[in-house]
């Protein structure tokens, strides 16, 4: 009979724990972002999520819990939040993906009483090909694609273009992405084909271009660049605009990171939005909002490294100091057709024909 | 693992066991109904309809590898199993010596290097993986402690090396562990029965330390040989993301939103599995109990 | 013999630290490089101790682990009782079997199987959400009670049977008996097994990775995600903290064990 106790004891435990994950008598707002892409305190900056949690319970007297979530990839979260496996309330993908979510019906319209910040956001970020009505979202941080490379093993006479991820002058120094979007982008832009080819054939080039690349290869990598550049183990590699700068705040004694933007290039958006499974949109509004406030969109595009779309940001003084000179004109460069040159370079959502396609060339591509 | 029963008086036989209650419902919800799921999505495409399409594209798909046409998922596939069958090999040689001089060491020795084996095990795997990436670059620790003594430089990183290395690293302990667990159980007097009937060392060995141990060496092999077969982060990084493994074609496919693919390459991957390892399992049965019970 | 055993244990540990040192030099440099290392600084440590996100991670994983642990070795003890003394049966068989099955099963297998079924019973159950910590501690529970019963089914089995018997001959119920005669017999099996556990939960990546969900994501989950900027040393320092504590817990129980009288076994 105790044996029955001590069973159904257990049960009954594993039960409770697992149905009172949490209580729900404050208000709970959960964000699921890319990882290590939001100002999280470390070196003296702000605590993004801390101060949203200060700020709110002071301005609304109300007690707040914010569970903030990270994912890997686009794929990564498309794959969780389609199939119902995870709800959040503000999430941070990019572009094409926002374009595909919104498609497929798995965003909610915003309503922009509730964040009054957004006539911050430059005109350039408005009625693009992602969210033409500007309905889904609002832009957190861009960037452009260039080619990093060191200066102390690579002649800069040779450092232009795509061509020089496919020089054999180099072979074995060179890094490639580690997923097919950006791979394939690579190829596509070398031969300035679209990265949103519908057309198999064009995919096949760029599948060739990869493979004669392939021997050339130090490895296919992702966040390893960092530490790969930095060292001076490899000496060449596509990578984001921002984190250029921060390799080079570490960069070994004899090594000297340079960076130029290859033409044609990628250009990318990663943009706030309100998923359908959002439990509370309007904190999920207000945490919004608050992003684009002056404090918070600074630490953040301070942190991140990446450029902002926020005019409070790259107008104030004390970030261009910040920022410096060289890291400012990298970042920004002059915008006046931003949009039309976005437009046509950025990645587009391909329906899922294609995408299968990309994804067999791709396996094709790591066997070998 | 499956005991001798000795005829043993029991109380209880054939009544109903109340202490087994939660482990049985347990078991039948979340280890066996899950694998019906694998088996569910793998035999169905994305509107759940009947198919075997993903089964067979397993088995069919092609591509070049240099020049030459291959199957690709079967390419795949006997690569994981080769890298994983080497890990497990060296796994088993450096292992095996480690957990007879930990059995035959004193109480006090024995306790530490125990406790030393599981040390790594708590700080993160994935951490570990990124430290070896530091040791074995081009640039790296090792290279310049060969350049040191006038060697090298090696190049390991990227290679299949750095992937065994990565391997063998992190599921060495699944290896001492139950060899180690199973041998200091061992009745050394047979041991010392053995020398005295005139048996060298290496006859001792293979004679009596060997077959006793086999229990442990099988579930050590196990469980190297299994998450070595399936890991993708190892490959990512320690491969330079050149190396491509089974457990990388399921994530791939896992995140590219094919899950019923995915689901067939697991449940193929599964089945294979179950198979070899009943396969070794009755054979080490026969080989432990086979002479030796009455 | 002698002198070689001690070179080749030598080696071995020095292959299997041989990274913690790594991590150990790396978490005191200046920049966030894991390769360069610019100079001493402890400014990871304090890094690490105000980044609130990485703490709530570490305190989620060990929450889980200690959950999973307490839980995995109650049930799998019970279990293991009842399982030794089952007859060769179709029962004692399929206890066997599907002892087995996470042991031989890829994580990576596990950990799919679980998130579909998962996601299956939340669109049957209409859940807005399927994934999160109660799936999570399901799956950890789920793969660590196999080396709970596989540490604990032998000590029973080495046990004299007839022990736990007399003692309800001699009029103990049967939960007495348990707890009086067979609890200390199979302890050393019973702490071992859950070790192994927390072990497990604490190092497991995989399954976590595949069946966690919202507001519970344990560390290697964390560190897993962070593709779009690196590693930085803070994640090392966290590791080398962890290296010191269970040297200290190592010293503090051996200093405590040689106050007992140690030779028990053999």
């Not at chain 3, 080396?147 to 736990?164: E, R, S």
Request: charged share 20%; with cysteine.
């Amino acid at each position: 009979m105790k044996k029955l106790i001590i069973a159904v004891a257990a049960v009954l435990a594993v039960f409770c724990l697992s149905g009172c994950g949490g209580s729900r008598e404050t208000r709970v707002l959960n964000v699921y972002n890319w990882g290590e892409y939001i100002s999280d305190g470390s070196e003296d900056s702000f605590d993004t999520i801390a101060e949203f949690e200060k700020w709110y319970e002071q301005e609304y007297g109300e007690d707040i819990q914010v569970n903030y979530d990270t994912f890997a990839s686009n794929e990564d979260m498309y794959a969780k939040l389609s199939t119902g496996a995870v709800s959040y309330d503000v999430i941070i993908p990019s572009d094409y993906m926002i374009a595909r979510m919104a498609k497929e019906d798995l965003l909610l319209p915003l309503d922009f009483d509730n964040i009054p910040n957004y006539k911050n956001i430059d005109e350039n970020f408005h009625g693009l090909y992602y969210d033409p009505e500007d309905k889904y979202s609002v832009p957190y941080a861009y960037g452009i694609v260039g080619i990093i490379y060191n200066a102390n093993e690579v002649d800069s006479a040779d450092a232009t273009g795509w061509d020089l991820m496919w020089n054999e002058k180099y072979a074995g120094r060179i890094l490639q992405f580690n997923n097919s979007r950006d791979a394939f982008g690579t190829a596509a832009y070398k031969l300035n084909k679209s990265v949103n080819s519908a057309d198999h054939a064009d995919w096949d080039a760029e599948y060739d271009e990869l493979m004669t690349q392939r021997p050339l290869l130090y490895g296919m990598v992702m966040d390893e660049i960092f530490n790969l550049m930095e060292s001076g183990e490899a000496a060449i590699g596509a990578y984001y605009a921002g984190d250029y700068f921060t390799m080079l705040d570490a960069e070994a004694e004899d090594v000297d990171l340079r960076f130029y933007y290859p033409d044609p290039t990628n250009y990318y958006i990663d943009a706030m939005c309100i998923p359908k499974c959002c439990a509370d949109k309007e904190l999920a509004e207000i945490f919004i909002n608050y992003m684009l406030d002056h404090d918070a969109a600074i630490a953040n595009a301070e942190y991140t490294w990446y450029a902002s779309p926020n005019k409070i940001v790259y107008t104030d003084p004390e970030y261009v100091e910040t920022m410096g000179e060289d890291a400012m004109s990298v970042l920004y460069p002059p915008m006046d057709d931003f949009a039309a040159l976005y437009n046509e370079y950025a990645y587009r959502n391909l329906d899922q024909d294609t995408l299968d396609y990309i994804n067999t060339l791709w396996e094709n591509v790591k066997i070998n | 693992m499956k005991p001798v029963e000795r005829g043993r008086r029991n109380r209880h036989a054939g009544s109903f066991r109340i202490e087994l209650l939660p482990y049985s419902l347990w078991s039948l919800l979340f280890i066996v109904v899950p694998l019906f799921f694998v088996a569910y999505y793998a035999f169905t495409n994305n509107s759940f309809g009947f198919t075997t399409e993903n089964i067979t594209k397993f088995f069919t798909a092609t591509s070049q590898v240099d020049g030459a046409e291959v199957h690709t998922y079967l390419l795949i596939f006997a690569r994981s199993l080769k890298l994983a069958v080497i890990s497990t090999v060296i796994c088993f040689i450096l292992g095996y010596p480690i957990a007879y001089i930990m059995a035959t060491a004193g109480e006090k020795a024995q306790k530490i290097m125990l406790v030393l084996i599981m040390i790594p095990m708590w700080m993160n795997f994935l951490i570990r993986t990124y430290a070896w990436m530091t040791i074995l670059q081009d640039t790296g620790i090792l290279n310049s402690l060969l350049g040191f003594i006038g060697l090298g430089p090696l190049h390991i990183i990227g290679t299949e090396t750095a992937v065994i290395i990565g391997m063998v690293y992190d599921y060495l302990p699944y290896m001492v562990l139950p060899v180690y667990s199973i041998m200091a159980k061992m009745d050394y007097k047979l041991i010392e029965a053995a020398r005295d009937l005139g048996c060298n060392n290496f006859a001792v060995l293979k004679r009596v330390i060997f077959p006793l141990s086999l229990p442990g060496v099988l579930s050590g092999i196990t469980m190297v040989l299994i998450p070595s077969i399936s890991t993708f982060y190892i490959s990512q990084k320690l491969g330079s993301g050149k190396f491509f493994l089974i457990g990388d074609a399921i994530e791939g496919q896992f995140v590219a939103n094919n899950l019923h693919f995915a689901a067939a390459i697991a449940f193929i991957l599964m089945i294979v599995l179950l198979i070899c390892m009943a396969i070794m399992k009755h054979f080490t049965n026969k080989a432990v109990y086979g002479g030796g019970r009455k | 013999m002698k002198t070689a055993s001690r070179i080749f244990t030598v080696i071995f540990f020095i292959f299997l630290f041989a990274p913690i040192a790594i991590l150990l030099i790396f978490s005191f440099n200046t920049t966030k490089s894991l390769s360069v290392f610019s100079g001493f600084s402890f400014k990871w440590y304090s890094e690490l101790f105000n980044d609130a996100q990485t703490l709530i991670s570490v305190k989620n994983t060990l929450i889980l682990a200690t959950l999973a642990m307490l839980i995995s070795t109650v049930m799998g003890t019970a279990a293991s009782v009842g399982i030794v003394k089952l007859r060769r049966s179709w029962y004692r068989r399929y206890m066997d079997t599907v002892t087995d099955i996470p042991m031989t099963n890829p994580d990576i297998i596990t950990g799919i199987s679980l998130m579909l079924m998962f996601v299956f019973a939340g669109r049957i159950f209409g859940r807005n959400t399927s994934l999160d910590f109660g799936t999570l501690l399901i799956a950890h529970i789920t793969f660590c009670l196999p080396y709970v019963i596989l540490q604990v089914l032998p000590k029973l089995q080495q046990m004299d049977a007839a022990l736990p018997e007399a003692a309800q001959d001699l009029g103990c119920t049967p939960l007495r008996a348990f707890f009086k005669v067979t609890l200390p017999e199979i302890s050393p099996g019973i702490i071992t097994g859950a070790i192994m556990a927390f072990t497990m939960s604490l190092d497991d990546f995989v399954i976590s990775y595949f069946t966690s969900g919202n507001g519970f994501q344990t560390l290697p989950v964390r560190i897993y995600n962070m593709t779009k900027k690196t590693v930085t040393p803070k994640m090392y320092a966290l590791a080398t903290i962890t290296f010191f504590v269970i040297l200290a817990l190592l010293i503090f129980t051996n200093l405590s064990d040689n106050n007992k009288d140690g030779g028990k076994r053999r």
